[in-house]
């Protein structure tokens, strides 16, 4: 089955600096990558995704790149905000969306005033 | 975007009884998902809940301790069985709306068993 691993397990950043996160998957039948965020005490929220036709993807301060044949794909949030730590699961799916997702181990992200 | 409502949102059990958890979304969707989150985890799936048929269990999960039933396109129920205090978690339940969009997540119940 997938494995996905995730790095680092906790991040602490000044407030608007960039921060960074990064995934490795192992099924190459894994075509659909979200990054979910959690703060504490609540449901996880769908932040970005993307899907492996597509090397990357951008919404705002928010970004993920995709490497296919190195399998891994990383989150870039910029100019962070204090409200943007919370704990970043990212995750692979083997369908296009829409299937059972196999989720990295988190990041916790601190930004500091 | 989908509205999931799932019940009880906490509980308190005693080790040997059963708990049951139910997820009620507004909407018809594709797929029900069930994962559990232990204190300071990720998220594991459990199982997906097939309508009107038995649910497909991950590794390490197996129906008589997870019983899953899913009647209709909106509504599932997982129960904990025989529980332990190894079973306190965070249980969650997903659903997807079609078949190339985003997973959502109910807010959880949150397990302690003592």
Redesign the interface.
């Known amino acids: 089955g997938e494995n996905v691993e995730q790095h680092p397990s906790t991040l602490s950043v000044q407030e608007g600096d960039s921060a960074v996160i990064k995934c490795t998957y192992s099924d190459s039948a894994s075509n659909y990558f979200p990054w979910y965020k959690q703060e504490l005490g609540k449901r996880p929220q769908l932040i970005i995704d993307i899907r492996s036709n597509v090397g990357e993807k951008k919404d705002q301060r928010i970004a993920v790149t995709l490497n296919k044949t190195a399998k891994h794909f990383s989150l870039h949030i910029t100019e962070t905000q204090p409200e943007d730590s919370a704990v970043y699961f990212c995750a692979a799916s083997p369908t296009g969306g829409g299937n059972k997702l196999t989720f990295g181990t988190g990041t916790q992200l601190k930004v500091e005033l | 975007s989908a509205v999931i409502s799932q019940k009880p949102s906490r509980d308190i059990c005693q080790r040997g009884t059963s708990l049951t958890i139910q997820c009620q979304v507004d909407s018809q969707v594709?797929?029900m998902?069930w994962y559990r989150q232990q204190p300071g985890?990720?998220?594991?799936?459990i199982a997906?809940a097939n309508q009107g048929s038995e649910a497909t269990y991950?590794?390490g999960f197996v129906i008589d301790k997870f019983p899953i039933s899913r009647p209709n396109l909106t509504f599932s129920t997982l129960t904990v069985s025989n529980m332990s205090p190894e079973d306190s978690s965070i249980y969650?339940c997903?659903v997807?709306a079609?078949?190339?969009?985003?997973?959502?997540?109910?807010?959880?119940t949150r397990l302690t068993v003592v």
């Open positions: 594709t797929m998902f985890q990720s998220l594991t799936l997906t991950e590794s969650l997903s997807v079609g078949g190339n969009t985003e997973a959502f997540f109910g807010q959880g």
